[in-house]
């Protein structure tokens, strides 16, 4: 098997991760606020990779003193703060649907903030691009009730992540993939800590049942999904890894469907659709790679 198939169904991997990853986190909020979730999501995850620290070659005390590492660790755990943030924020005023939509536009910023640091894309790429976007527009929808406040959170989000997978694909290849994770994770549950003290009630969940959905978020999608992101973006493509990984949204719809009952229209299958074709045409062979322009 191809390295190139191995990135990319490890990138499918991670999308159903995310998307599932939206039932616990949507959930998790009936029990404790949104940064309060998300510092004991995040500390969870960062829990789960201590075994594979302790155990696993590559990790040595110098890795883990490493300081461009560390380093590398607080810019990835900011903008993986700023981006878990503001989405978990905007869950509490818009619909799951609308969050997972803007989340995606991603897609988009990706390249757009990728010109700017020496990415040029072919135009089929972009083509790919419009077509995945249209397609998660759709399968998604929007309503004139939805509040604008909790969009133009979610929006805010997808910069962070945008910024976030371009830094990893950059960046993460010369570091030890599991220290930069365990300490992004650290970083971005320290800075959730210190929004929670200081705009809400509680930091840990009103009522036993919270900690159940905080461990399967913080277990599966921050230790599994995040961890596995870290590993692989070394060898992804940023803008075909983000049109991957907005297959989330797909996911996610499925598992509305499944966990709370959410009707997939005809709209949101041709939407599935279309986003699996643009993913597709992305990475068609001779017109999926980004070239590095200066």
């Not at 990415?119 to 083509?127: N, Q």
């Amino acid at each position: 098997m191809n390295k190139p198939l191995v990135t990319n169904l490890t990138l499918l991997l991670i999308a159903f991760i995310w998307g599932v990853g939206f039932v616990p986190q949507r959930i998790g909020m009936d029990f404790m606020g949104p940064a309060a979730f998300n510092a004991l999501r995040f500390a969870l995850g960062a829990v789960t990779l201590v075994p594979l620290l302790v155990v696993h070659k590559s990790v040595s005390l110098q890795a883990m003193l490493c300081r461009p590492t560390l380093g590398l660790g607080v810019v990835l755990g900011a903008l993986l703060f700023g981006g878990a943030l503001f989405q978990q924020f905007s869950l509490q005023y818009t619909s799951l649907a609308n969050v997972a939509f803007i989340t995606g536009l991603y897609v988009i910023l990706v390249p757009l903030i990728g010109f700017f640091i020496g990415y040029k894309y072919r135009v089929i790429v972009w083509i790919g691009g419009l077509i995945g976007i249209t397609g998660l527009y759709l399968m998604t929808g929007t309503s004139t009730e939805l509040a604008l406040q909790g969009d133009l959170l979610a929006l805010v989000g997808a910069v962070f992540w945008a910024m976030h997978l371009l830094v990893l694909a950059k960046k993460s290849g010369n570091h030890n993939q599991l220290v930069l994770a365990f300490y992004q994770f650290i970083v971005c549950a320290i800075f959730s800590v210190v929004v929670a003290l200081v705009s809400e009630d509680h930091l840990l969940p009103y009522v036993a049942e919270g900690y159940l959905w905080a461990v399967l978020n913080g277990v599966l999608v921050v230790g599994g999904g995040y961890t596995l992101q870290v590993l692989v973006m070394e060898h992804a493509e940023p803008f075909v890894a983000s049109l991957i990984l907005a297959l989330e949204a797909v996911f996610g719809a499925l598992a509305g469907y499944l966990v709370f009952s959410e009707q997939l229209g005809k709209a949101a299958l041709l939407g599935a659709v279309m986003m699996l074709l643009g993913c597709v045409l992305a990475q068609l062979p001779g017109t999926s790679s980004a070239v590095k322009t200066r």
